[in-house]
Protein backbone atom coordinates (compact mmCIF):
# COMPACT_ATOMS: atom_id res chain seq x y z
CA UNK A 1 0.00 0.00 0.00
CA UNK A 2 1.04 3.63 -0.64
CA UNK A 3 2.22 5.97 2.09
CA UNK A 4 1.06 9.66 1.97
CA UNK A 5 2.37 12.92 3.92
CA UNK A 6 -0.23 14.88 5.67
CA UNK A 7 -0.03 18.38 7.26
CA UNK A 8 -1.86 19.18 9.93
CA UNK A 9 -4.19 22.30 9.46
CA UNK A 10 -3.94 23.56 12.45
CA UNK A 11 -0.45 22.27 14.65
CA UNK A 12 1.40 22.14 11.38
CA UNK A 13 2.38 18.78 12.30
CA UNK A 14 3.49 16.57 9.48
CA UNK A 15 3.56 12.71 9.34
CA UNK A 16 3.45 9.58 7.08
CA UNK A 17 0.37 7.71 6.47
CA UNK A 18 -0.23 4.17 5.16
CA UNK A 19 -3.25 4.61 3.26
CA UNK A 20 -5.15 2.25 0.56
CA UNK A 21 -6.16 3.68 -2.85
CA UNK A 22 -9.79 3.32 -1.40
CA UNK A 23 -9.24 5.53 1.37
CA UNK A 24 -10.54 8.87 0.86
CA UNK A 25 -10.66 10.77 3.87
CA UNK A 26 -7.51 12.54 5.33
CA UNK A 27 -6.46 10.99 9.05
CA UNK A 28 -6.97 12.92 11.90
CA UNK A 29 -3.96 14.35 13.14
CA UNK A 30 -1.93 12.27 15.80
CA UNK A 31 -1.02 15.26 17.74
CA UNK A 32 -4.30 17.36 17.86
CA UNK A 33 -6.26 15.62 16.64
CA UNK A 34 -7.12 18.29 14.08
CA UNK A 35 -7.72 17.96 10.25
CA UNK A 36 -4.89 17.26 8.02
CA UNK A 37 -4.43 17.69 4.16
CA UNK A 38 -2.26 16.21 2.09
CA UNK A 39 1.07 17.03 0.89
CA UNK A 40 1.59 17.01 -2.63
CA UNK A 41 5.92 16.56 -3.65
CA UNK A 42 6.96 17.08 -6.72
CA UNK A 43 8.04 13.82 -8.48
CA UNK A 44 11.54 13.41 -9.16
CA UNK A 45 12.96 14.65 -12.53
CA UNK A 46 14.91 12.75 -14.70
CA UNK A 47 17.11 15.60 -16.93
CA UNK A 48 18.47 13.75 -20.13
CA UNK A 49 21.95 14.81 -21.55
CA UNK A 50 22.51 15.41 -25.10
CA UNK A 51 24.95 13.71 -27.23
CA UNK A 52 28.35 15.44 -27.80
CA UNK A 53 27.49 16.57 -31.33
CA UNK A 54 31.79 16.04 -31.81
CA UNK A 55 32.15 12.78 -33.28
CA UNK A 56 35.45 11.01 -31.89
CA UNK A 57 36.98 10.48 -35.46
CA UNK A 58 36.40 13.21 -37.47
CA UNK A 59 38.54 12.34 -40.47
CA UNK A 60 35.73 10.09 -40.93
CA UNK A 61 33.52 12.36 -40.79
CA UNK A 62 32.87 13.76 -44.46
CA UNK A 63 30.21 16.02 -44.03
CA UNK A 64 32.84 18.98 -45.23
CA UNK A 65 31.57 22.52 -43.34
CA UNK A 66 28.48 22.06 -43.68
CA UNK A 67 28.17 20.60 -40.24
CA UNK A 68 27.68 21.80 -36.51
CA UNK A 69 30.76 20.33 -35.54
CA UNK A 70 32.75 21.81 -38.50
CA UNK A 71 30.82 25.38 -37.56
CA UNK A 72 31.44 24.80 -33.65
CA UNK A 73 35.39 24.62 -34.33
CA UNK A 74 35.30 27.50 -36.38
CA UNK A 75 33.85 29.99 -33.94
CA UNK A 76 36.62 28.47 -31.09
CA UNK A 77 39.23 30.67 -32.85
CA UNK A 78 40.07 34.05 -33.14
CA UNK A 79 40.79 36.25 -36.01
CA UNK A 80 44.79 36.84 -35.96
CA UNK A 81 45.31 40.90 -34.95
Known amino acids: MPSYNYRCLHCGHTESVVQSFQDT ?10 LTERIIEQAPT ?36
Open 46 to 81: VLKSTPDPTPTEPETHECHSACVMHRRSSLNTLPAD
Open 25 to 34: LAPACTTCGG
